[in-house]
C-alpha cells in the first residue's frame, strides 16, 4: 500500500495497513534541517517544494501539507538589498518596505514606517474582500495585492503562479505521497487582515459588517480550494486560526465561522471530489460537534492540555465514525522538550486511542515547532510505522 | 452617590465605551465609562475612589469572567477599551499625585516575537486594577527591558512569549534581569508558556491568564 492510498483510507474513516504518520511543520524547521538556504524556501517556488519533499522523505511521512502558495519568478527584482543584522538578515524592498527574516521563523513584513499595513476595521469595504493571504511576500495590504503586484479583479483573483508549488510537489512525489493543500478560513483572514484585535471587536461593534466580510472572503476561499483541488491535491485543509475559547465562546464559534467554514466545504465539494478537513489550534474540546457541523471531513490538530483542551478519548467518542481525526501529540512538551521516553508513551498512548477502528492520522497537533531536533521527528515517526500497524 | 460608581464598574465590566458605542446593544443610547468618569469627576468623587470602586471593580469581574470562560477575547477586549476611554480622565490626578497607581508594571513581547494579543490583554487588566503600565511593545529586546527597569527602580515586569522559537529569548530576557536587578519580580505568559518553564528560566510567575497576574500583582504590592 502506498502512502498515499493509506492516507485516504484513513480520511475515509477506515482501516489502512497502519495509521499513517504525517506531520505539519513550522516554516522555521524547514529553515534550520532541510539544507535549502531559508530564503530560498520562502522566495522561491522550487525552494519550498523541496524543502517540503526533503523532510518528508527523511521523516518518511506518508503525507505533505503544502502550506505556502507559488511564488512569482521575479520577486529578486522588487528586492533593494539584504543586509545582515545580528541573527536576523534584512531584506529592503525597493518601494521602501522592509522584511525581517529570522534564521529559524516566519519572516515578517513591514512598511516603511514599521507599521504592519493593516487597516482598521472602519476603513475596510466588504465588497473589496475577496481572499487575504497572510504569508504572501509583501505582507497584508488593503485592498489586498499579491506579492507587489496590483489590485486583481475578484474574476482574475489569483495569480497564475499561486498553485505552483502544490503542482510541483504533486508532479515529484504525487504518485505516492498524499498532497494536501491549504486555504485560509475566512475568519483567520479576516483576523489576520485587521491584525486581530480591531476584528474581535468589530464581531460585537458591527457584526452586519463582520458578516459581510466574511461572506465575501468566503467566495475567494471557496475558489482557492476549488484551484487546488483542480491541481490534484488529495485533499484540500482549512487553516482556522483564532477559532478556538482561547479567542471566541461557542455562540461566536456558531454565528462567525462555522456558517462560513460551511459554505467553504460544500461550495468545494459541490464541483470537486476532495476531502477538505479543518485545522483549529489551542481549544476546540468544547466545540468539536460545532466543526463538524461544518461538514468538515476531518479535524486536525485536537491540542491537548496544556496548550489546549482536547482529551483524546472524548475525542474519539464524538467524532469516531464522523470524521477522521490527526494530531493530538503536543509539539512542545513532548516532541520538543520531551525526552525519548515521553515520545514513546505519547505515540504508544495516541496509538491506543485513537488507532483502533480507523479513521487516525499520526501528529502533532499543531506544526511541528522549528527546533524540534529532527532525531525525535524520526524516532516518533519510527514509533508510529512499527506499533500502528494494523493485524 | 455610589451608585455613579458602579455605573462605571458596570460600564467596563459591559464593555459600554461611551454613549455613541452601539455596543452593548441592551445599553445603546445609554452613557459610558467615559461619561459616567467624566460626572463623577464633576461631582466631586475623589479620583482615588473612581479608580478604586469604579474601574478595578469592573475590571476585576472581566478578569474573573475571563477566567471562568464566561466571557472571552471580544469582550474583553471591549471592556478594555471602555476603562483606557474613561482613564484619560484620570491622568491629570496621576501625575499630580491626587491619585496614586499601585506601582509600575513594565511589559512586553519578547524579542523575535511579533504577537501582541496576550500581552495586551495582561497590560489592560493590569492597568485596569491601578497599576502604571509601561508597555514597550512586541521585538522587545533585553536591553530595552533593562533600560526601562532602570529608569523604574521597583517595577514589576512581564514578559510574554507565543513561539516555541521565542521562548529561548525570554529564559535569556529573565537571565540578564536577574543578573542586573536581582529582586525583581518577573511575571512570564504565552501559548507555550507554563509553570514549569517559568521556573527552569527562574521568572518568578507563570500567569496562566491576565487574572493571575493582577492576583500575584496584587499580592506583591501589599508585600
Known amino acids: 500500500m502506498t502512502a498515499k492510498e493509506r492516507v ?59 502550506n505556502m502558495h507559488g511564488r512569482p519568478a521575479q520577486w529578486s527584482a522588487f528586492l533593494d538589498r539584504i543586509e545582515d543584522r545580528g541573527r536576523e538578515k534584512w531584506l529592503f524592498w525597493k518601494n521602501g518596505d522592509y522584511t525581517v527574516f529570522p534564521p529559524d521563523d516566519n519572516p515578517h513584513y513591514f512598511k516603511t514606517d514599521g507599521s504592519s499595513g493593516c487597516p482598521t476595521f472602519e476603513e ?7 481572499y487575504v493571504e497572510p504569508w504572501q511576500i509583501s505582507g497584508i495590504s488593503y485592498p489586498f495585492c499579491w506579492d507587489f503586484g496590483e489590485e486583481r479583479p475578484k474574476d482574475d483573483f489569483f495569480p497564475p503562479y499561486i498553485n505552483d508549488s502544490l503542482k510541483r510537489v504533486i508532479d515529484r512525489v504525487g504518485d505516492r505521497v498524499s498532497v494536501h493543500g491549504e486555504v485560509f478560513s475566512p475568519f483567520s483572514q479576516f483576523l489576520e487582515l485587521l491584525n486581530y484585535e480591531d476584528a474581535l471587536m468589530g464581531l460585537l461593534v458591527d457584526p452586519d459588517k463582520a458578516h459581510a466580510c466574511l461572506s465575501a472572503l468566503t467566495k475567494g476561499t471557496i475558489e482557492l480550494g476549488i484551484l487546488e483541488a483542480r491541481c490534484r491535491a488529495d485533499a484540500v485543509l482549512i487553516s482556522s ?39 483549529t489550534c489551542g481549544g476546540i474540546g468544547d466545540r468539536l460537534d460545532l466543526m463538524m457541523e461544518t461538514g468538515t471531513n476531518g479535524i486536525d490538530t485536537l491540542d491537548p492540555p496544556p496548550l489546549g483542551t482536547v482529551e483524546l478519548e472524548e475525542a474519539i467518542a464524538q467524532t469516531k465514525g464522523k470524521v477522521f481525526i490527526k494530531g493530538n501529540l503536543d509539539a ?50 519510527q514509533l508510529g510505522r512499527e506499533f500502528g500497524t494494523y493485524p | 452617590m455610589e451608585h455613579l460608581l458602579e455605573q462605571i464598574a458596570h460600564c467596563i465590566e459591559f464593555g459600554k465605551v461611551n454613549e455613541a458605542a452601539s455596543y452593548p446593544p441592551e445599553m ?20 482615588e ?28 477586549l471591549l471592556s478594555a477599551k471602555a476603562m483606557t476611554t474613561a482613564m484619560r480622565h484620570l491622568q491629570p490626578f496621576f501625575q499630580s499625585g491626587e491619585a496614586k497607581k499601585r506601582g509600575t508594571f513594565v511589559i512586553g513581547t519578547v524579542a523575535g516575537d511579533l504577537h ?43 514578559l510574554s512569549a507565543l513561539l516555541t522559537t ?51 500583582l496584587k499580592e506583591i504590592s501589599v508585600q
Open chain 1, 8 to 66: 485516504r483510507i484513513a480520511m475515509q474513516g477506515g482501516i489502512p495497513d497502519r495509521v499513517p504518520v504525517m506531520c505539519q511543520l513550522a516554516a522555521g524547521h524547514y529553515f534550520l534541517y532541510s539544507g535549502i538556504d531559508p530564503l530560498d524556501i520562502w522566495y522561491t517556488t522550487e525552494g519550498f517544494a523541496e524543502a517540503l519533499i526533503a523532510m518528508q522523505e527523511r521523516y518518511q511521512f506518508d503525507g505533505i501539507l503544502v
Open chain 1, 124 to 130: 475596510i469595504d466588504p465588497d473589496r474582500l475577496y
Open chain 1, 241 to 279: 486560526a483564532f477559532a478556538g475559547s482561547g479567542f471566541i465562546s461557542r455562540e461566536l464559534y456558531r454565528e462567525f465561522v462555522l456558517p462560513y467554514e460551511q459554505q467553504v466545504v460544500q461550495g468545494i465539494q459541490a464541483v470537486a471530489d476532495v476531502p477538505v478537513y479543518t485545522h
Open chain 1, 332 to 381: 512542545v512538551n513532548e516532541l520538543l522538550k520531551g525526552t525519548p521516553e515521553d515520545i514513546a508513551r505519547a505515540v504508544h498512548k495516541r496509538l491506543d486511542i485513537a488507532k483502533p477502528g480507523g479513521g487516525y492520522i499520526l501528529s502533532t497537533a499543531c506544526s511541528v515547532a522549528p527546533k524540534t531536533a529532527p532525531e525525535r521527528l524520526e524516532y516518533m515517526s
Open chain 2, 28 to 47: 445603546k443610547g445609554q452613557p459610558g465609562a467615559d461619561e459616567w468618569t467624566l460626572t463623577a469627576l464633576q461631582q466631586g468623587f475623589s479620583p
Open chain 2, 49 to 76: 475612589d473612581i479608580l478604586q470602586k469604579g474601574f478595578i471593580r469592573g475590571m476585576d469581574r472581566v478578569g474573573e469572567k475571563f477566567a471562568a470562560h464566561q466571557i472571552f477575547v471580544p469582550q474583553m
Open chain 2, 116 to 158: 501582541e494579543i496576550g500581552k495586551n490583554l495582561a497590560g489592560m487588566m493590569i492597568a485596569g486594577n491601578g497599576w502604571d503600565v509601561i508597555d514597550l511593545g512586541k521585538d522587545v529586546k533585553t536591553e530595552r527591558f533593562a533600560e526601562t527597569v532602570r529608569q523604574h527602580p521597583g517595577c514589576a515586569v512581564g
Open chain 2, 166 to 216: 521565542t521562548m529561548e529569548h525570554m529564559a535569556d530576557t529573565v537571565n540578564a534581569l536577574k543578573k542586573e536587578f536581582p529582586g525583581l519580580r518577573i511575571l512570564v505568559g504565552g501559548a507555550p508558556v507554563n509553570a514549569a518553564f517559568c521556573s527552569e528560566i527562574g521568572a518568578d510567575f507563570y500567569a496562566a491568564n491576565p487574572q493571575t497576574a493582577v492576583q500575584y
